[in-house]
Each structure stands twice: as C-alpha cells, then as structure tokens.
C-alpha cells in the first residue's frame, strides 16, 4: 500500500502543475477576448449577422468563463504545494515568500477582476456611473495578468506562449486603437 500511495501523490501533484498551467494560459486568452468584446461593446459596433445584444452577451458570459478559469487557476496553485502559496497570498498582493512580486501581480490581478465581476453582478443597484469607474480595472487587469503569466509561468519562454502573448497583446492593442480612433473625433470641437 506504500508504494501506491508514494507514487499516486507525485502524480496528483503533477496533474494540479498541469491544471494550474493549463488554466493560466486559457485565462489568458478569456481575458484577451473579454477585453476585445468589451471594447468592441462600447464602440458599439454591430453587423446584421452579429447584433450587439449577442456581443454583449458574449462579452459577460467570456468573462464569466475567465473568472471560473482563474478560480481553478488558484486554487490548483494553492492546492499543488509546490510552491509555498496560500489562500491569501492569492488575494493580498505581494505577500507571498515564493515570487513575491510576479505572484502579487497575480494577486492584484485577480483583486481587480474580482471587484469588476462583484459590481457587474450588482450593477443595478450602483448605478451605471460607479459600475463604469470601476469596470475601467478591466483594463488594468489585463496587462497586469499578462506580467503575471510572462513573470512566474513555467512555460513564458516556451515559442508557442510567446506566440499566444504576442497574439494576445496584438489584439488587445488593436482593438484600444480602434476604441480611440472612434472616440478621439467625438472629442474634437465643432466647427463653426
């Protein structure tokens, strides 16, 4: 019975490595996604074929989806004990003993996409000014996760994590320039 039990944990340990791993990079690419769909919600661009109540749907159940991702991503991280990382040290930034400046990253990431997905939740009741100031973390916690992944994540300088991040940050900064672009002519003076 000894030797099951030794060689079920390194396997269980290596599984949580790999689900933590695995959860990491598609949190990633939810984010990027909910980013992109939420810039594209607030330009307010629609197609015949994609109305924009199906973008904005898109954009909260992809959200919802990167919040369940990041969830597993945690607590997989917490559970592995690889590294020693506890529960707070996945909310209170920057005060974890292992990595503590790409692990805080990720703390405060997951503190900024916790307090946009609470206050989705209850955007009725605030308010849409209060939901807007603080549905603009959204953007700040995108790169933020971004440092945190390219910082810590074991496979950052592996050629197709390169190539997810340089697809992702490529997105993200085309779809911002587009959101300026459609903004800054609002913003000019009228000619008289």
């Given at each position: 019975m000894i030797g099951v039990a030794s060689t079920v944990a390194p396997a269980a340990s290596k599984g949580l490595w790999y689900l933590t791993r695995g959860?990491?990079?598609?949190?990633?690419v939810l984010l990027t996604l909910s980013i992109v769909l939420g810039i594209v919600t607030t330009v307010r661009w629609e197609h015949h074929n994609w109305p924009r109540w199906i973008i904005e749907g898109l954009h909260r159940n992809i959200s919802l989806l990167a919040v369940?991702?990041?969830?597993?991503?945690?607590?997989?991280?917490?559970?592995?004990?690889?590294?020693?990382?506890?529960?707070l040290d996945a909310v209170i930034p920057f005060r974890s003993p292992y990595r503590p400046l790409w692990l805080g990253?990720?703390?405060?990431?997951?503190?900024?996409?916790l307090a946009v997905a609470l206050t989705s939740i209850v955007r009725a009741r605030l308010g849409y000014r209060l939901w807007r100031a603080v549905h603009w973390l959204a953007y700040a916690c995108w790169p933020v996760a971004l440092a945190h992944g390219l910082g810590t994540g074991s496979d950052a300088r592996a050629s197709w994590m390169v190539a997810?991040?340089?697809?992702?940050?490529?997105?993200?900064?085309?779809?911002?320039?587009?959101?300026?672009?459609v903004a800054l002519p609002l913003l000019e003076p009228s000619q008289p």
């Open positions: 959860t990491g990079v598609v949190s990633l369940f991702f990041i969830g597993i991503h945690v607590a997989t991280t917490v559970m592995d004990g690889y590294a020693p990382i506890g529960w990253l990720g703390a405060l990431s997951l503190d900024m996409l997810t991040v340089m697809v992702s940050a490529a997105t993200v900064v085309i779809a911002l320039a587009w959101r300026l672009a």
